[in-house]
């Protein structure tokens, strides 16, 4: 059936030579005493109780170390409170240690919500319903002694709490005092905890199992409870069959809670049974057991060998989102994480090699931003010698200085974000410009831009359409031209700026390219003005900004709308 050489041949051999004396000593000792029996079975259930809370307490001792050591090492959180709640590095901030929490409350075992408190806002990570979430800690935080000692940075004790907003009804909650206004804490279900302890007795062998509250060294409510016995609560089984139960009980040296089990007699004693009949069904059972060692064998041995061989092949042929599964033996795991580990350098090393093209795509859209367009460098010159000439010397001043202020904005402006104000303020200065060129020719109005003010963008978004303008919608230079930028909500997540005109409006042909995002020849330098701020809020917004080129339909001239994704604070 296998080869003489393979693992799975060797290890059969092997159980069947071990099992032959096993079997052989099951026939002979036939009998054992009753309260031995008992005895034996009682402390193999306590002791894996016994182990099933130490785990629990270890888990909970190990999201102590994390809340501490987020409270004292992570930059952002010792940032937040130096910035304003209503600031954009507050906001960044905000945003970098929400991703940071969503990342670890999915890690941490047990570990239901991470959040971070103050009286103004609150950051959260949660595996639980987000709006629910909220509401159990703003009623929880709100109520609790936060000016208490036994809350100073340092101390910390996991307590008790009670809400509808959270699954089961009860959960534990801890948290640290980081500064006098910010509390970093985290939240288990005593759902989750239970659940973990039904895992550990799942073949029915348990009467119940419950989870008390512990109140002066006393048991006090049931926090939740489960029993195998249908329509029998574990009250019901205490009083009614005290004597047919092995009671166990533990509790917490971490919280103030204790897990109970009852045993029925019945599983306690019913290896009685199987030595009384063992020499009927000891070659039956040599043989179930064989086949379920085969079967754990395969899922503990043969199995992870063939996903691990699997996972490599898939390496190998360019697949990086392969990982192994966690495996109960300890060799596989240190294997399963050894490869996960080295998959996982394989694509990050990948993505660097991406993030530094993208890094030079962005330099590359710099230098595009800080280019000058020579021939409104030369007009702009004529236009002040001109002005000289004809000793119009306010009219000098006037233009010296917003050309002086022109092109102190495009050479000095190496943020890669300004707010939409000072996108204004410099296409005030570039129009007061071609108004001096074209005086009385040219007009433009700003409505409804004022809730969106303080707004970041990208530099240089609204600028370059505004000259496109300029440069190909005014022909008929015996009318006045006029340009209307407007700003208003889109939906309840982004708000749309229009920059409309009454000129000739875009031909058809380079409407067509303008929606299909494709480089116009003809006037090139407008041309890269308008595909640099396309590519730059593809870079900034991804999908979440848009630009829409059409003609008015009910007059002439252009329109373009530009979606900007809204920022929390305009809610």
């Known amino acids: 059936m296998f080869h003489h050489q393979s693992v799975k041949y060797k290890l059969m051999v092997g159980f069947i030579v071990v099992m032959i004396p096993i079997v052989a000593y099951m026939l002979i000792n036939n009998s054992n005493s009753r309260d031995l029996v008992r005895v034996k079975v009682s402390e193999t259930y306590n002791n894996t109780l016994t182990i099933f809370t130490g785990q629990i307490d270890h888990y909970l001792e190990q999201i102590d170390d994390y809340l501490y050591k987020m409270g004292v090492l992570d930059a952002d959180i010792g940032l937040l409170t130096s910035y304003a709640v209503s600031s954009n590095d507050y906001t960044l901030t905000k945003v970098r240690i929400d991703a940071k929490l969503d990342r670890d409350a999915g890690v941490y075992n047990l570990v239901d919500s991470i959040f971070l408190y103050q009286a103004e806002d609150i950051i959260f990570g949660t595996e639980s319903v987000y709006s629910s979430t909220y509401k159990l800690i703003t009623e929880y935080m709100d109520s609790s002694p936060l000016k208490s000692d036994m809350y100073q940075y340092g101390k910390s004790s996991w307590q008790l709490g009670e809400?509808?907003?959270?699954?089961?009804?009860?959960?534990?909650?801890?948290?640290?005092?980081?500064?006098?206004?910010?509390?970093?804490?985290?939240?288990?279900?005593?759902?989750?905890i239970h659940d973990l302890l039904l895992i550990q007795w799942n073949d029915g062998d348990i009467g119940f199992t419950d989870i008390f509250n512990v109140e002066n060294d006393q048991l006090s409510n049931v926090l939740t409870a489960y029993s195998s016995l249908e329509?029998?609560?574990?009250?019901?089984?205490?009083?009614?069959?005290?004597?047919?139960?092995?009671?166990?009980?533990?509790?917490?040296?971490?919280?103030?809670?204790?897990?109970?089990?009852?045993?029925?007699?019945?599983?306690?004693?019913?290896?009685?049974?199987?030595?009384?009949n063992a020499t009927i069904v000891a070659p039956i059972f040599f043989f179930v057991i064989l086949v379920l060692y085969i079967l754990y064998m395969q899922r503990m041995l043969f199995k992870p060998l063939h996903q691990l061989m699997l996972g490599m092949k898939k390496v190998s042929l360019g697949n990086l989102e392969v990982r192994l599964q966690r495996n109960h033996t300890m060799e596989f795991d240190f294997l399963a994480n050894t490869f996960n580990d080295m998959a996982e350098q394989v694509k990050n090393l990948k993505i660097d090699v991406y993030e530094e093209q993208l890094r030079v795509k962005q330099g590359e859209l710099k230098q595009l931003q800080s280019q000058i367009n020579p021939h409104f460098y030369m007009n702009s010159l004529n236009i002040i010698y001109n002005f000289a000439v004809l000793e119009e010397m306010d009219s000098v001043k006037k233009m010296s200085l917003h050309l002086a202020d022109y092109f102190r904005f495009i050479m000095t402006t190496n943020r890669e974000m300004i707010t939409l104000k000072e996108e204004l303020k410099h296409i005030e200065n570039y129009i007061t410009i071609q108004q001096l060129r074209f005086p009385n020719r040219l007009v433009m109005t700003i409505e409804h831009i004022e809730p969106f003010l303080d707004y970041p963008i990208a530099a240089l978004t609204i600028q370059p359409f505004i000259e496109n303008a300029i440069i190909h919608g005014f022909k008929n230079r015996k009318q006045i031209f006029e340009i209307t930028i407007a700003a208003q909500r889109n939906s309840e997540h982004s708000f749309v700026i229009t920059i409309s005109d009454n000129?000739?409006?875009?031909?058809?042909?380079?409407?067509?390219?303008?929606?299909?995002?494709?480089?116009?020849?003809?006037?090139?330098?407008?041309?890269?003005?308008?595909?640099?701020?396309?590519?730059?809020?593809?870079?900034?917004?991804?999908?979440?900004?848009?630009?829409?080129?059409?003609?008015?339909?009910?007059?002439?001239?252009?329109?373009?709308?530009?979606?900007?994704?809204?920022?929390?604070?305009?809610?």
Not at 248 to 268: F, W
């Open 231 to 276: 329509g029998e609560s574990s009250s019901e089984i205490i009083d009614a069959n005290a004597s047919d139960y092995v009671l166990l009980e533990q509790r917490s040296h971490v919280a103030n809670m204790a897990y109970r089990l009852a045993i029925p007699e019945k599983t306690v004693m019913r290896e009685l049974l199987f030595f009384r």
């Open 503 to 571: 000129g000739t409006g875009f031909p058809d042909d380079v409407l067509t390219k303008l929606r299909r995002h494709e480089a116009i020849e003809e006037g090139q330098r407008t041309s890269l003005g308008i595909m640099n701020v396309i590519n730059r809020l593809e870079l900034l917004y991804g999908e979440l900004a848009t630009i829409e080129f059409r003609n008015n339909d009910a007059a002439s001239g252009a329109v373009i709308e530009i979606y900007f994704p809204i920022d929390e604070e305009l809610k």
């Open 163 to 192: 809400s509808d907003h959270i699954a089961g009804r009860y959960f534990l909650i801890n948290y640290i005092k980081v500064t006098d206004d910010l509390f970093f804490g985290a939240i288990v279900t005593i759902q989750d």
